[in-house]
């Protein structure tokens, strides 16, 4: 069993910086994505950037030019850093591996608060 560990989240003034951390205990090989999710209060959880196994990227378009999704393959760890934050970028993010198609399966970090305000 896989466990995923998200770091790097707290507090920051707008326009400030953080980067998140997630960090798998296990392997991951094989994996298709590596996808970090948002979950603002009272609103549904939505898709921030993913990372493909084949290195391709995508992000929301609310975070483009902002965020960037990256993985490091020596730590087994996928990163998010963001840049120039809002507060509306204030939410709980998750972070989640998957391998798609036959063997699938999928993992869940515990998520980690980033809180943009002044």
């Known amino acids: 069993q896989v466990q995923l560990v998200e770091s790097g989240g707290g507090l920051v003034q707008p326009g400030g910086s953080l980067r998140l951390s997630c960090a798998a205990s296990g392997s991951i090989l094989g994996f298709s994505a590596m996808v970090w999710y948002r979950q603002a209060p009272g609103k549904q959880r939505e898709l921030v950037a993913a990372l493909r196994a084949g290195g391709s990227t995508n992000y929301a378009d609310s975070v483009k030019g902002r965020f960037t999704i990256s993985r490091d393959n020596a730590k087994n760890t996928v990163n998010l850093q963001m840049n120039s934050l809002k507060p509306e970028d204030t939410a709980v993010y998750y972070c989640?591996?998957?391998?798609?198609?036959?063997?699938?399966?999928?993992?869940w970090g515990q998520g980690t608060q980033v809180t943009v305000s002044s």
């Open positions: 989640n591996v998957l391998r798609s198609g036959v063997s699938s399966w999928t993992y």
